[in-house]
DNA sequence: TCTGGGGTCCTAGGACCC
DNA sequence: TCTGGGGTCCTAGGACCC
């Protein structure tokens, strides 16, 4: 039994290695505007080709378009019929690659700071200190100084803390998030509030009578492994108990894959202009992997047929191959194998590469978020 | 309303081997 | 006739994230 102190312990606070989650503000929206000003205060999105009457979705939407009910991921027609006055604009992926650089370099010069990219907006930051709300100040006012970007920051003391902070403290702000606050914060939410959670798993945990995340933090470990598994149960256990790894990985990101895959304006019909586009996608997934100078060894099939069903196919290679006309070949024959004359709307292609020498090592989870390795 | 394009990882079940 | 138990590899499919 502690004995009660007389009077709270005058204690420096302690140096503690923390989590910060670097997040910037609308940035593909942030970035057009920085080179078009006149756009400020606008309400932007960019999607597609910047024609809204293409098939396209939207990948950002500026803080005014967001106040008509614009996000991401919405079908750009859709989008420009909330927001009429919106000045819609193309994707412009080298842009944001450059601009992506910068802000990274930025959070690498952090001294005694490791970095893990999860994106091109993205990153966590790990650093020990005994004031991380200084730290993630620092990094807000380099990078803003740098890019003329702004950024959010979440502190943590694990990962997924961090990650989910980040949104309190949107935007432009800070926000803490630890072992002392998690359930005060969290703990009434839905569990989609979790970043591993989406629509499909929430349903899954309703149906247990897990609706919040205090419900999943204290759901009983049986149900959940019976339900998701030897892995995942216990991972989403942990999950809605804000547990997950301290420390931020800053190996280099090794691809495990890489595809392409297109959207047609017209639906495919025909098996000339079908095997056609599978060559220009084999094409485009062969400079990819040549760059890497890693070979394929499994072709992906991607395939969404009118009106909207998407099912993929993969075949293991006999040889591992750089030959484009090996894999279209292939692809080709994963989708005749499919038997449906339906008309195409999606196709991709994808490569997924020769691992490297020993493997992958440690596994990494970037563009996921969440479930552990192992 | 009508749904992009880039990724990663997990599970289940069948084939096959010892 | 009835049928082990362990392991690996492969494919199909699902789910999630930015």
Redesign the pocket.
């Known amino acids: 039994m502690a004995p009660e102190p007389s009077e709270p312990p005058e204690v420096a606070p302690a140096v503690r290695p923390w989590v910060l989650h670097v997040d910037l503000d609308q940035f593909i929206a942030a970035v057009e505007i920085l080179r078009r000003p006149e756009l400020a205060g606008l309400p932007v999105i960019v ?2 080709r910047g024609d809204p009457t293409e ?3 939207v ?1 950002t939407a500026s803080y005014e378009a967001r106040a008509f009910g614009v996000h ?7 989008a420009v ?1 909330k927001c009429k006055e919106a000045v819609v604009l193309a ?1 412009d992926a080298p842009a944001y690659d450059a601009a992506s650089a910068e802000v990274m370099a930025t959070l690498k010069a952090v001294p005694g700071a490791k970095v893990q990219v ?5 990153a966590f930051v790990g650093i020990e200190t005994d004031d991380p709300w200084a730290v993630a100040r620092s990094i807000q006012a380099a990078v803003l100084k740098r890019t003329d970007l702004h950024c959010s920051v979440g502190v943590g003391d694990s990962t997924v803390r961090a ?1 989910i902070a980040t949104d309190f403290g949107k935007p432009r702000g800070v926000f803490e998030l630890t072992r002392e606050n998690w359930f005060e914060v969290m703990g009434d939410r839905p569990t ?1 509030a ?11 945990l309703a149906g247990h009578g897990i609706e919040t995340v205090h419900d999943l933090a204290h759901a009983d470990e049986s149900v959940l492994v019976d339900e ?6 216990p ?1 989403y256990r942990r999950l809605g108990r804000g547990i997950g790894t301290t420390t931020v990985d800053d190996t280099p ?11 047609y304006q017209t639906n495919l019909v025909e098996p000339e202009e079908i095997s056609g586009a599978l060559t220009a996608l084999s094409e ?1 997934v062969v400079e ?1 992997i040549r760059r890497e100078e890693r070979a394929c060894m ?1 072709v992906h099939l991607k395939v ?1 047929f009118a ?2 069903f998407t ?6 290679l006999a040889e591992p191959t750089f030959d484009a006309s090996v894999i279209a070949a292939t692809a080709f024959d ?1 989708l005749t ?1 499919l038997g449906d004359d339906r008309p195409i ?2 196709l ?1 292609v ?1 490569a ?1 590469m020769v691992p490297p020498e020993g493997g ?1 090592d440690p ?12």
């Open positions: 999607g597609g098939r396209a979705v990948s991401s991921g919405m079908p750009l027609k859709l019929r994707v999860l994106g091109w907006d993205e990650k989609t979790l970043w591993g959670v989406g629509s499909r798993i929430a349903a899954r998701f598994g030897p892995a995942m149960g991972h990101w090794v691809a495990r894959a890489h595809g392409r895959e297109t959207t485009q990819d499994r969404r009106p909207f099912t993929t196919r993969i075949r293991k994963l194998g709307r999606l991709g994808r997924e992958y596994p990494r989870t970037v563009g996921r978020g969440g479930p552990p390795a192992r």
